[in-house]
């Protein structure tokens, strides 16, 4: 048995029946679509604010009426993005 696999072994017997590795495989399967989804989708949008000259960080902490406006000024549709 495997390090990983003694935290999906419920009742303690050292092995793995089905109920345990379909809950192993649900677990493996949300954690790494969560990291695809969310690496992406975050390295996407600070690329977009970088080629406009504009930090991520700084955008996110903005009033939301101050960042719309620096977005507009940047060429950027301020609708598009979620902070």
């Known amino acids: 048995m495997f390090g990983f696999d003694k935290m999906f072994d419920f009742n303690c017997d050292g092995h793995l029946d089905s109920f345990e590795r379909a809950a192993q495989f649900q677990f493996m399967d949300a954690m790494m679509k969560h990291e695809e989804t969310d ?3 975050e390295d996407e949008e600070e690329d977009v604010f970088a080629d406009a000259g504009l930090d991520y960080d ?4 903005m009033d939301p009426d101050e960042r719309r406006e620096v977005l507009e000024d940047a060429g950027l549709d301020p609708d598009a993005f979620d902070f």
């Open 39 to 41: 690496s992406f989708d």
């Open 58 to 61: 700084e955008l996110e902490f």
